[in-house]
């Protein structure tokens, strides 16, 4: 059976929605109640998200198998679907985790500046100095005015005494 | 007290000199934010929610106000003079207030659009606090059993008129509740889906789900796929006037707007989308210039702006006076109001009565700001549009991830946040709808509470949730709503045939 563009991508999306609803039917499952008597079972709710889940999902993927394939966001129906850049969607993913691993290790600014030069560089900019230096300016200021001003917490990390 | 005496106590906390600092401060942020390309007037509060974590909840929630009608200014700006809508609503301003851009009338377009927007909001705002009370006061007799069916067809709706299909907008929605599952079960304390981590075991923080599953997926899908193209800013000549023939045609569409939008925001229809159609198509009807339609009519600008303002406080009357959101900015607000520990719902004007007035106040006053400050300010937002794409996205994305990280300076809520905008990534990919996800998520708990409730109460007879007449007739709706659409179709595909 030929399949529509785009189909077999959709297809492992829809079917991983559909093994999220299994993974949280086996869950529920799996999990003990406590002892005491509740009229309604905590079980029920999850059972019931689960089994919706997994039924939309099988209906999706036999709709996919007949040609409904989704319209990425943006487009029109019938409108050629490109393939995604996974170049860049790496480099905004690496620029994210950065901020993970960073935040507490060396610091709200040095996390942010270098996430914001990670994004910058994903979207193309063909001025890196510039770009990291307004990223820099830009945190600090981001830095001093939730700290100074909203009094929320930041980690300042290897900043701490100068900022 | 009267409602009247109540708006005027919450007048006389909200106009104090620090309060109204705020608010400028506010609708000078969100006006800010709201204009930047690409972004709605969800994303906008809930990129800025950090600002208002540490300020006290009164000036927070004018600040809060501020920045929800600055938000949606800012939207019809980018809208007119971009032509890229940050949301549904804005998609009918963008076809029009375009094109009158196009002509050098961007000016009109931008005046038509921020008067409308705050006669609209004026007096749907006053609406509100007219009615809100009243129906609080009928709310509280609403048995467990009747808000399950309320939130079903909030759920039903919201997820069969958003996006490309109903049974995508229902995943989205299952995904929601999933997501909504996370964590100990309030009742028995049993954990679910936290696979031993400890940080689970609270749930998952709706905030880092809101801010990532917009910002962080739109930055990874825009780099993904549309990272090329530019924008086309229109430039703007002379300044947001209006000319006696402008005036004359846009105050008719203007209430108009207003008269469409407040009820279609009180009932769950799904957001702004039904609004601006149905006003659009209602001026499109009237004019008596149905040659400029499609070519830039000024009518087509003024009716759905008031419009989507106009549902935008519609909206907040099941929200605050039954705790339902019914459009992605009003889930953003409920997420807003529980930082402020305040809980929407029936007894919300009982338990938090001076706080909710000084808001409704404040909605008045925000307006007000807003028209004052934005007009005259008007070139300064467009400069704003020239912000270049890799800046806009990192500083987006920079802001995300602090209002993430910030709420409990947790890098578990980082980690969610990452993963729900590989989430929001796919969803956009695959044409699935973004606010049924956010409701599941919100209203999930809370359907489950009321589920179990009701179930408690009647000793676990099933046929308590279609007993009582108010959850008959919601049932009857929802049947409606489900079945509806496809006699459509059917009567259509068979008249096609013939």
Same mark, same amino acid.
Request: proline letters at 5%.
């Given at each position: 059976m030929k399949l529509p563009q785009g189909a077999k991508s959709e297809l492992t999306f829809v079917g991983s929605l559909?093994?999220?609803?299994?993974?949280?039917?086996?869950?529920?499952?799996?999990?003990?109640?406590? #002892? $005491?008597? !509740?009229? %309604?079972?905590?079980?029920? /709710?999850?059972? *019931?998200?689960?089994?919706?889940?997994?039924?939309?999902?099988?209906?999706?993927?036999?709709?996919?198998?007949?040609?409904?394939?989704?319209?990425?966001?943006?487009?029109?129906?019938?409108?050629?679907?490109?393939?995604?850049?996974?170049?860049?969607?790496?480099?905004?993913?690496?620029?994210?985790? #950065? $901020?993970? !691993?960073? %935040?507490?290790?060396?610091? /709200?600014?040095? *996390?942010?500046?270098?996430t914001f030069f990670g994004i910058t560089v994903a979207f193309d900019n063909k001025k890196p100095l510039r770009a990291a230096l307004f990223g820099f300016i830009f945190v600090v200021a981001i830095y001093i005015f939730f700290t100074q001003f909203l009094n929320v917490a930041l980690p300042a990390g290897i900043f701490k005494g100068f900022v | 007290m009267s409602s009247f005496n109540s708006l005027l106590e919450g007048f006389a906390s909200a106009l104090t000199l620090s309060n109204l600092g705020f608010g400028l401060l506010g609708t000078f942020l969100g006006t800010l934010v709201g204009v930047l390309p690409g972004i709605g007037p969800a994303l906008a509060i809930a990129l800025l929610l950090p600002i208002t974590y540490t300020v006290s909840p009164a000036s927070a929630l004018i600040m809060f106000a501020a920045i929800y009608y600055g938000a949606m200014y800012g939207g019809s700006t980018t809208s007119i003079l971009l032509n890229t809508p940050g949301e549904s609503g804005s998609v009918m301003t963008a076809?029009?207030?375009?094109?009158?851009?196009?002509?050098?009338?961007?000016?009109?377009?931008?005046?038509?659009?921020?008067?409308?927007?705050?006669?609209?909001?004026?007096?749907?705002?006053?609406?509100?606090?007219?009615?809100?009370?009243?129906?609080?006061?009928?709310?509280?007799?609403?048995?467990?059993?009747?808000?399950?069916?309320?939130?079903?067809?909030?759920?039903?709706?919201?997820?069969?008129?958003?996006?490309?299909?109903?049974?995508?907008?229902?995943?989205?929605?299952?995904?929601?509740?999933?997501?909504?599952?996370?964590?100990?079960?309030?009742?028995?304390?049993?954990?679910?889906?936290?696979?031993?981590?400890?940080?689970?075991?609270?749930?998952?923080?709706?905030?880092?789900?809101?801010?990532?599953?917009?910002?962080?997926?739109?930055?990874?899908?825009?780099?993904?796929?549309?990272?090329?193209?530019?924008?086309?800013?229109?430039?703007?000549?002379?300044?947001?006037?209006?000319?006696?023939?402008?005036?004359?045609?846009?105050?008719?569409?203007?209430?108009?707007?207003?008269?469409?939008?407040?009820?279609?925001g009180v009932i769950p229809a799904g957001g702004s989308e039904v609004p601006t159609f149905l006003s659009y198509a209602v001026e499109k009807n009237l004019t008596k210039h149905p040659e400029e339609f499609g070519d830039g009519a000024i009518e087509g600008v003024a009716g759905p702006e008031a419009a989507n303002n106009a549902n935008a406080a519609g909206a907040l009357v099941p929200l605050l006076a039954l705790g339902l959101p019914t459009s992605a900015t009003a889930a953003v607000i409920l997420v807003a109001f529980q930082t402020y520990q305040i809980q929407p719902g029936p007894t919300l004007f009982l338990t938090d009565g001076a706080l909710v007035w000084t808001l409704i106040a404040s909605l008045f006053i925000g307006n007000a700001l807003l028209l004052i400050l934005n007009l005259?300010?008007?070139?300064?937002?467009?400069?704003?549009?020239?912000?270049?794409?890799?800046?806009?996205?990192?500083?987006?994305?920079?802001?995300?991830?602090?209002?993430?990280?910030?709420?409990?300076?947790?890098?578990?809520?980082?980690?969610?946040?990452?993963?729900?905008?590989?989430?929001?990534?796919?969803?956009?990919?695959?044409?699935?709808?973004?606010?049924?996800?956010?409701?599941?998520?919100?209203?999930?708990?809370?359907?489950?509470?009321?589920?179990?409730?009701?179930?408690?109460?009647?000793?676990?007879?099933?046929?308590?949730?279609?007993?009582?007449?108010?959850?008959?007739?919601?049932?009857?709706?929802?049947?409606?709503?489900?079945?509806?659409?496809?006699?459509w179709n059917f009567k259509k595909k068979l008249a096609l045939k013939k």
């Open positions: 559909f093994a999220l609803g299994l993974l949280v039917f086996w869950d529920t499952a799996r999990s003990e109640p406590p #002892a $005491f008597n !509740l009229t %309604i079972s905590p079980k029920v /709710f999850p059972y *019931a998200v689960a089994l919706f889940l997994m039924g939309l999902s099988a209906f999706q993927i036999i709709k996919i198998l007949r040609g409904d394939v989704a319209t990425p966001e943006g487009l029109n129906p019938g409108d050629p679907i490109e393939k995604s850049d996974y170049k860049n969607f790496v480099l905004v993913l690496a620029s994210l985790f #950065a $901020f993970l !691993l960073l %935040i507490e290790r060396a610091g /709200f600014i040095v *996390a942010a500046s270098v | 076809l029009e207030g375009n094109k009158m851009a196009r002509k050098g009338r961007a000016g009109a377009a931008l005046a038509t659009a921020a008067i409308g927007s705050f006669i609209a909001g004026t007096i749907a705002t006053a609406i509100l606090a007219f009615t809100a009370p009243s129906i609080a006061d009928l709310a509280i007799k609403v048995g467990a059993a009747d808000y399950v069916a309320l939130m079903l067809l909030a759920f039903t709706t919201v997820s069969s008129l958003l996006g490309s299909s109903a049974i995508r907008g229902f995943i989205a929605l299952a995904v929601g509740l999933v997501l909504g599952l996370v964590g100990a079960d309030l009742q028995s304390g049993l954990a679910r889906l936290t696979f031993g981590n400890m940080s689970a075991i609270e749930g998952i923080e709706t905030v880092p789900v809101i801010v990532a599953i917009f910002a962080l997926g739109e930055a990874l899908y825009i780099a993904s796929r549309f990272k090329k193209e530019g924008w086309n800013i229109l430039p703007m000549k002379g300044k947001a006037l209006m000319t006696r023939d402008d005036w004359k045609r846009s105050w008719k569409p203007w209430i108009r707007g207003t008269a469409i939008g407040f009820p279609l005259p300010l008007v070139r300064l937002w467009v400069q704003l549009l020239k912000v270049p794409r890799p800046y806009l996205f990192a500083g987006i994305v920079t802001f995300a991830l602090l209002g993430s990280y910030a709420l409990n300076t947790s890098t578990f809520d980082v980690q969610v946040a990452i993963a729900i905008g590989v989430v929001g990534f796919l969803f956009r990919r695959y044409g699935m709808p973004i606010t049924p996800l956010i409701l599941g998520l919100i209203l999930g708990p809370n359907l489950e509470l009321q589920f179990r409730r009701a179930l408690q109460i009647s000793a676990g007879d099933y046929g308590t949730l279609v007993a009582s007449p108010l959850s008959k007739v919601i049932y009857l709706v929802l049947f409606l709503v489900l079945v509806g659409p496809l006699v």
